[in-house]
């Protein structure tokens, strides 16, 4: 568990946000190879607990969410895959969903957002999440807010280039 002083907190509305893909994540997804593909809450998740079974000493946190998450035998939100030429998952985010908070504002709920090491700095991270976003701004979500590790750069450096900002102190 992260001390909540090495936590950085951040906001971002989804009023006025285009709810379309624009041409640099579709380049990006073209130039990889990669296909991203949407579980919804209600659909198969066999192959998306095998990816995370099979990564779990990368994977540590999701494997413990499914493996909780399975012995309960909770509902899943909707988790989007990234999968390379040959068909398999290297990145993935999810299980995310929206609730409505005490003002009867709709707020996104992510769940979990990597991209397997062999992967990484290549703005599949990057791609992954803005579209993660749409989602959940397809589901009608008025904002998100999140924490992040302060010494978590790639993924801060990432949410702020969408648009995130500080919140509070
Ligand atoms: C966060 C994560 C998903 C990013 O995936 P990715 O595909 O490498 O991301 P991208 O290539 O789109 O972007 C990474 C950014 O971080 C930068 N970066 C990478 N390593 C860095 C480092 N050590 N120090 C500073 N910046 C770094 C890249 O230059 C890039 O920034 P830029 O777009 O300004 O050039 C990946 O690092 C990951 O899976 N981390 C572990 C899980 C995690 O932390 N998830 C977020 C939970 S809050």
Known sequence: ???????????KAFSGWPLSVGPAILNCLQKHNLTIEIVSPKGNFDEYINYICQNKQELKAEFAYVENHLKKGDSWGEIIIVKNKNKKIIASFGPNRTKKDKREKKRALPGYFSVLKK??????????????LKRMKKMGADYIKISVAKNNLPALKIYLHSGFKKFGN
Do not use: D, E, Y
């Open 1 to 11: 568990m992260v001390k909540p002083s090495k936590l950085l907190v951040l906001k």
């Open 119 to 132: 992967f990484r700095n290549k703005k599949i991270g990057n791609a992954l999440w803005i579209t993660g």
